[in-house]
């Protein structure tokens, strides 16, 4: 079993930047996909970011390229996403996954941090 704690949500001004931190449990770290997700009030958990666990290649959602970046410490069993240029639209819950190891299925999940992005 892992489990996921993320932190770093808050509120921020349109503009502005957060980093969101994931620390996971587990001797095994290094062998989980990881990734990010993100839920707006009366819409569905979308995908946000991912970094696979060997070549740490990274994936992101269309409406955060450019602006957020995913990271991986394995030594710290931590995860970040670093979002830059933040609009109100990224208001959210963000959450943070894993996967069981050595695949790409996403099957843990943390209990989410807010971030609201005010004008």
Request: aromatic share 12%.
């Amino acid at each position: 079993q892992v489990q996921l704690v993320e932190s770093g949500g808050g509120l921020v001004q349109t503009g502005g930047s957060l980093t969101l931190s994931c620390i996971a449990s587990g001797r095994t770290f290094s062998s989980y996909h990881m990734g990010w997700f993100r839920q707006a009030p009366g819409k569905e958990r979308e995908f946000v970011a991912s970094v696979t666990w060997t070549t740490s290649r990274t994936n992101y959602a269309d409406s955060v390229k450019g602006r957020f970046t995913i990271s991986r410490d394995n030594a710290k069993n931590t995860v970040l996403l670093q979002m830059n240029s933040l609009k109100s639209e990224d208001t959210a819950v963000y959450f943070c996954a894993a996967s069981q190891p050595y695949t790409m299925t996403f099957a843990y999940w943390g209990q989410g941090t807010q971030v609201t992005v005010s004008s």
